[in-house]
T-cell receptor, first 110, second 113 residues
Framework: RKEVEQDPGPFNVPEGATVAFNCTYS??????FFWYRQDCRKEPKLLMS???SGNEDGRFTAQLNRASQYISLLIRDSKLSDSATYLC???????????FGTGTRLKVLA | GAGVSQSPSNKVTEKGKDVELRCDPI?????LYWYRQSLGQGLEFLIY????????KSGLPSDRFSAERTGGSVSTLTIQRTQQEDSAVYLC???????????FGQGTRLTVV
């Protein structure tokens, strides 16, 4: 089983739609969680950290479920510019090594 | 500099040659990561440096790959006797502390012909 798993997609959604991605992780000692965004042929950039209490940044909401070992990202009112690959990242308290999921591709359609 | 800097941005090399890829992390960042990304694929972890601790080399795919980090700052990834399957984008990232946000450089696109 991979340490971090994501549905690769692509998720094709119309503008204005709400879309949600999940990411599961296998190590219960995982400590820090992030969502990164990667545009085509660009480097990944931090979208948001994921806190235990959940957090929201504009149209984006991230949640953590430690019991079921998954994190989620919700995007409301999708824009064309949201089209990208969304990468789930997990670190553990043992190594702090960043472990990336393979990413979920999102295409927002006009 | 303000961000993570990688050089060269592009490198074309002949099969069998050695290459060196450089990463200048953000000043003061103690953690430095190297990843590899093949076209259309996810990020493959290569190596992780944290302060003065022994590096985590568990992701290096073969003994042709090695990396150093001098003075806790600049890092060099060396690939010896390059093969065509080494063609990929090599990404470097740094972070200020364990578990903090990592910032990526723009990568080095390596093409082995």
């Amino acid at each position: 089983r991979k340490e971090v798993e994501q549905d690769p997609g692509p998720f094709n959604v119309p503008e204005g739609a709400t879309v949600a991605f999940n990411c599961t992780y296998s190590n219960s000692a995982s400590q820090s969680f992030f969502w990164y965004r990667q545009d085509c042929r660009k480097e990944p950039k931090l979208l948001m950290s994921v806190y235990s209490s959940g957090n929201e940044d504009g149209r984006f909401t991230a949640q953590l479920n430690r019991a079921s070992q998954y994190i989620s990202l919700l995007i409301r009112d999708s824009k064309l510019s949201d089209s990208a690959t969304y990468l789930c990242v997990v670190t553990t308290s043992e190594t702090y090594k960043y472990i990336f999921g393979t990413g979920t591709r999102l295409k927002v359609l006009a | 500099g303000a961000g993570v800097s990688q050089s060269p941005s592009n490198k074309v090399t002949e099969k069998g040659k050695d290459v060196e890829l450089r990463c200048d992390p953000i000043s003061g960042h103690t953690a430095l990561y190297w990843y590899r990304q093949s076209l259309g694929q996810g990020l493959e972890f290569l190596i992780y440096f944290q302060g003065n601790s022994a590096p985590d080399k568990s992701g290096l795919p073969s003994d042709r790959f090695s990396a150093e980090r001098t003075g806790g700052s600049v890092s060099t990834l060396t690939i010896q006797r390059t093969q065509q399957e080494d063609s990929a984008v090599y990404l470097c990232a740094s972070s200020s502390m364990d578990g903090a946000e990592a910032f990526f450089g723009q990568g080095t696109r390596l093409t082995v012909v």
